[in-house]
């Protein structure tokens, strides 16, 4: 977004340059021009100015207002144009980042139903269960309450609304449960099969590292083991 600004700004210093240039070019040629160019006919045999000199000066720089005024109209209606064009383009953008925006709370609305069955369906559970490992039907409920509550805040972090800092800080909180290292540990594969671009494999991996930091921490503040580092 910064470079996006900083490269405007010369485009835009430009054409400001660009106008003054031709305002100053115009008028110059209204002011010098008939001298310049009809000069010849200007005069009589004695240099003196003859009588149709100032019909002809007259015709020039009306001609030359006319033309000016032409050029003015036909770049306000380019730059209409290209204005249209931008808000309809930054329009289109918006919208489709909102159905982007609106499809993942969908997405994440039917995910985080299915799993609240599950915990309450133990064939609902059996159809969806993909974690690595043997669990009793208690054990994965509390596996799958677990999983909500991560993919709850991995969302809510995902769309802006939770900073880095405080999702880390929540996922080092979600650590001192044994149950969500359970449902951490035997989710590691599901990880593992996503792209190592995506944002989803990229926390993944700092959590993991949060995971081991926290099992080799020497300390009993477990609270200041691990900082935040950025995803990207």
């Known amino acids: 977004m910064l470079e996006d600004v900083k490269g405007k700004r010369p485009r835009r210093l430009a054409i400001w340059v660009g106008g003054a240039a031709l305002v100053v070019l115009i008028v110059a040629a209204v002011l010098w021009g008939p001298w310049i160019l ?10 003196n100015l003859s009588s149709s000199a100032g019909t002809v000066i007259t015709g020039f720089r009306t001609s ?6 032409a050029a003015i109209a036909g770049t306000g209606v380019w730059f209409t144009h290209r204005t249209l064009e931008h808000t309809r383009e930054k329009d289109r953008r918006q919208q489709k980042d909102q159905d982007v925006d609106r499809y993942g709370q969908l997405v994440h609305d039917h995910d985080i139903d299915l799993l609240l069955k599950a915990v309450e369906n133990d064939d609902v559970a059996d159809a969806i269960d993909t974690y690595d490992g043997s669990f009793s039907s208690e054990e994965r409920r509390r596996i799958i309450v677990a999983d909500v509550q991560y993919r709850n805040a991995f969302f809510a972090y995902s769309i802006g609304v939770m900073p880095w800092d405080e999702f880390y800080g929540r996922v080092r909180t979600m650590l001192q449960n ?55």
């Open 38 to 47: 009809d000069d010849p006919y200007l005069r009589d045999k004695n240099g």
């Open 64 to 69: 030359l207002v006319a033309l000016a005024a």
């Open 178 to 232: 044994h149950w969500f290292r359970e449902y951490w540990h035997a989710s590691r594969h599901q990880r593992a099969s996503l792209p190592e671009t995506s944002l989803e494999s990229q926390v993944g991996r700092r959590v993991d590292d949060l995971d081991r930091m926290l099992d080799e921490a020497d300390v009993d503040e477990w609270w200041v083991v691990g900082e935040a580092p950025e995803t990207g």
